[in-house]
């Protein structure tokens, strides 16, 4: 029998394949430039954490962050492929550079609490250069993506079979860094012209 998890999970899977095929479309085309070192961090980190969620029975509520962590590394390759015409400035790389340090760190506690605390954090240092990025060229950074993000975490919470802070942390702080993103934008594209 099918459960209100499972169909929240799908719904939320549904969400992230919604937001990543024009996101992934609008790359091919030149009208969306991501930032390389954002994605390899995003991707590896989601993927890890959706191990941890998994560890602690996150059920349904974790899917959609396996499915993300894997789309999330194909857009690091886009990214990386791309080339994208931006500089890798030092702020980039210091970014990069406290995000690697912090596995060590994982790997010394193997607890998934720990695990996903640590990687909750290094997800969101790999904002920093995306959030650098859309405040200096907002009209690269696609609105509907990160909204469609925001819905996605919020029925990937509701669709949780077990709620600690393994599997609660991630999804709740990656949704308030896309809405801090979003009025990032929003804000920026109000302030200057494309």
Known sequence: MITYKAILGSASIALTLLAFIPYIRAIHKGQVVPHLFSWIIW????????????????????????????IT????????RKRSRHTISSADKWFLALALSTWPLWYMTSDPIWAVVI????????FGPTLRKAYLVPFEESLTFFALFIARNVLALFALTHYSVTTVLFPLAVTLACLILSITVLYRRHHITP
Do not use: K
Not at 73 to 80: C, K, N, T, V
């Open 119 to 126: 990687l909750t954090a290094v997800d969101l240092l790999g």
């Open 43 to 70: 991707g590896t980190t989601t993927l890890t954490v959706f191990f941890a969620q998994h560890h602690d029975h996150g059920g349904a509520g974790a899917w959609p962050t396996g499915v993300s962590g894997l």
């Open 73 to 80: 590394l194909y857009i690091a390759y886009l990214a990386y």
